[in-house]
Nanobody
Framework: QVQLVESGGGLVQPGGSLRLSCAPS????????MGWYRQAPGKQRELVAS????????YGESVKGRFTVFRDGAANSPVYLHMNSLKPEDTAVYYC?????????????WGQGTQVTVSS
């Protein structure tokens, strides 16, 4: 089991910046990828960014060039999402996700979500 605790959401004006953090705990040695997803009202949950333990990164098209995903230290240390040039359409609940692999069994874990609101 993996537990994920997110922090850093809030209200920010358009063009501003915000940083989210996600701290994993539990069976973190089984984590192979961590990511950020978001879900706006009436829309499906979508990938924002992900980072593997080998530091390979993927970004959603709508955030490329504005958002950066990184970790502070060794693999499976806390993961951050730094968001620049925020737009009102970035408003959503942001969820941290961890994918695990142990003895050929995959797991998928979610944080509780943190609200990001971009508004003037």
């Amino acid at each position: 089991q993996v537990q994920l605790v997110e922090s850093g959401g809030g209200l920010v004006q358009p063009g501003g910046s915000l940083r989210l953090s996600c701290a994993p705990s539990g069976d973190i040695s089984n984590i192979v990828v961590m990511g950020w997803y978001r879900q706006a009202p009436g829309k499906q949950r979508e990938l924002v960014a992900s980072i593997t333990t080998a530091d390979s990164k993927i970004y959603g098209e709508s955030v490329k060039g504005r958002f950066t995903v990184f970790r502070d230290g060794a693999a499976n240390s806390p993961v951050y999402l730094h968001m620049n040039s925020l737009k009102p359409e970035d408003t959503a609940v942001y969820y941290c996700n961890a994918g695990t692999l142990a003895q050929l069994t995959r797991g998928n874990y979610w944080g509780q979500g943190t609200q990001v609101t971009v508004s003037s």
